[in-house]
């Protein structure tokens, strides 16, 4: 099992988080971006960075992705591929995409970016909170206990 990241919208915080559980757990973490990233020296962390470009970054997620894996995305398209694939995506604010709630997330993306299209104001998800790092650590610390790292 390892940890995908899609770091290009990644909160630092959440990268943060995800560097000290690779060198504490010794679980690889990879981060998939198109842009150049830093990341701390560690064995058990590294960078992918891919050419710009719609949705390469994801694409890059969706090859790499095994059973298992767990990826750290918000992105609702790449999520749905991920549970395709097997592995298990989870939001930066500590929530996973099920199969059971996928296409319903799905349905609801396309229906706000209709509305975003037609000049509506949807407005936009609530700021990134304390509150949501602490979710994403304790959902991230509870998904490693139960995979035994």
């Given at each position: 099992?390892q940890?995908?990241?899609?770091?290009?919208?990644?909160?630092?915080?959440?990268?943060?988080?995800?560097?000290?559980?690779?060198d504490?757990l010794q679980?690889?973490?990879?981060?998939?971006a198109?842009?150049?990233l830093?990341?701390?020296?560690?064995?058990?962390?590294?960078a992918?960075?891919v050419?710009a470009?719609?949705?390469?970054?994801d694409?890059?997620?969706?090859?790499?992705v095994?059973?298992?894996?767990?990826v750290?995305?918000?992105?609702i398209?790449?999520?749905?591929?991920?549970?395709?694939k097997?592995?298990?995506?989870?939001n930066?604010r500590?929530?996973?995409?099920?199969?059971d709630?996928?296409?319903?997330q799905?349905?609801?993306?396309?229906?706000?970016?209709?509305?975003?299209?037609?000049?509506?104001?949807?407005?936009?998800?609530?700021?990134?909170?304390?509150?949501?790092t602490?979710?994403f650590?304790?959902?991230?610390?509870r998904?490693?206990t139960?995979?035994?790292?």
């Amino acid at each position: 099992m390892q940890i995908w990241v899609d770091a290009d919208a990644c909160p630092s915080v959440i990268k943060d988080v995800l560097f000290r559980v690779a060198d504490r757990l010794q679980v690889q973490v990879t981060l998939v971006a198109n842009k150049l990233l830093r990341t701390p020296p560690s064995r058990f962390i590294r960078a992918i960075q891919v050419p710009a470009g719609f949705d390469v970054a994801d694409n890059e997620i969706v090859r790499l992705v095994q059973e298992g894996d767990l990826v750290i995305t918000g992105d609702i398209p790449l999520a749905a591929d991920v549970l395709e694939k097997g592995g298990l995506p989870l939001n930066p604010r500590g929530e996973f995409y099920t199969k059971d709630t996928i296409q319903q997330q799905l349905t609801m993306r396309t229906f706000m970016d209709e509305l975003r299209s037609s000049g509506v104001d949807t407005g936009g998800p609530a700021a990134f909170s304390q509150s949501d790092t602490r979710n994403f650590a304790n959902q991230l610390d509870r998904f490693l206990t139960r995979t035994g790292k």
